[in-house]
């Protein structure tokens, strides 16, 4: 709306600055832009850097570290791509990461369910027994359980790496699919109850859909947990064979010590698969979100 007219016939900016409403948000918003902006390229910047070293030679390397490589040496890569070991390592690394996820979040979502939709005596000290699981530190666990490992015979076996992880990362899963699950309205489940639902079929039908957000949110922290840990198949894995990701790069930098430019190809490569996997979790979030939101 403009202000008083002036005698000549022009109007006065209700703005003193001159500035319309959404010309001042954004400009309000300028320094968050140029925050992220610079948070971005401080995360990109070594990751670019890794893929260019990639493509050097270790005397390219120590002659002009931040230069582009002349020439470029796709060998490097190709190399890698072409070898049994890594691929291999890639579908253990897999392997275990689903089957730990699997365990954990139906573990979890199962005793979240009954910690929070029913009423028993003893209800909030065994969930506070859960919550401790928070407080526990993996390090303090390794020679007890290398040692039941051990007297279990799964040594060398995915499982002994499968039910440790599962085991650790289910006080969070709990914690947060239970907080999820006290939120679900209480007539949900009276009308479904009305309609003939067993407790487990609400769980099941009505439940588990509503709390995609949630299980989509527990499910990325399981994977990338299980993806990234190194002490435990470490401890677990003794042969090649069932080597993950993270014991393949310690492996691999271990014997091309003194060729730094393919360590740098190495880890470029391990890095691709869980990047592509927070590509497609993150997408699976909104969705999971936004169908949240339209049920709510």
Not at 194 to 218: E, I, K, N, Q, Y
Not at 245 to 266: C, E, T
């Amino acid at each position: 709306m403009s202000g008083p007219s002036r005698p000549g016939g022009l109007s006065i900016s209700s703005s003193p600055s001159g500035l319309s409403a959404p010309a001042r948000r954004r400009l309000r918003s300028m320094p968050l832009y140029v925050v992220v902006w610079l948070i971005g390229v401080v995360m990109v910047t070594p990751l670019l850097y890794a893929v260019v070293s990639g493509f050097k030679t270790t005397d390219q390397l120590s002659d002009n570290a931040f230069g582009l490589p002349s020439p470029w040496v796709v060998s490097n890569y190709t190399d890698i791509l072409a070898s049994s070991s890594f691929w291999r390592m890639l579908g253990s690394s897999t392997l275990i990461a689903v089957g730990t996820t699997v365990l954990t979040v139906g573990a979890a979502a199962l005793a979240a369910f009954a910690l929070a939709r029913f009423t028993f005596r003893g209800r909030e000290l065994l969930f506070t027994l859960f919550t401790v699981g928070l407080m526990f530190p993996f390090a303090v666990a390794i020679l007890p359980l290398f040692i039941l490992l051990r007297t279990f015979g799964l040594l060398d076996n995915p499982w002994g790496v499968i039910l440790p992880q599962a085991a650790f990362g289910l006080p969070m899963t709990l914690v947060i699919l239970r907080g999820f699950f006290r939120e679900i309205p209480g007539e949900l489940e009276e009308a479904a109850t009305l309609d003939g639902c067993s407790p487990f079929g609400f769980f099941w039908r009505v439940l588990l859909p509503m709390a995609r957000p949630a299980l989509g949110t527990v499910s990325v922290l399981a994977v990338v947990g299980s993806w990234n840990n190194f002490l435990l198949p470490l401890l677990v894995f003794s042969e090649p064979s069932w080597w993950t990701i993270p014991v393949g790069v310690q492996q691999f930098q271990g014997q091309y010590a003194a060729d730094i430019a393919r360590v740098f190809a190495y880890l470029v490569i391990a890095m691709i698969p869980a990047l592509g996997f927070y590509a497609v979790a993150e997408r699976q979030l909104i969705g999971g979100i936004t169908a949240g939101a339209t049920k709510g």
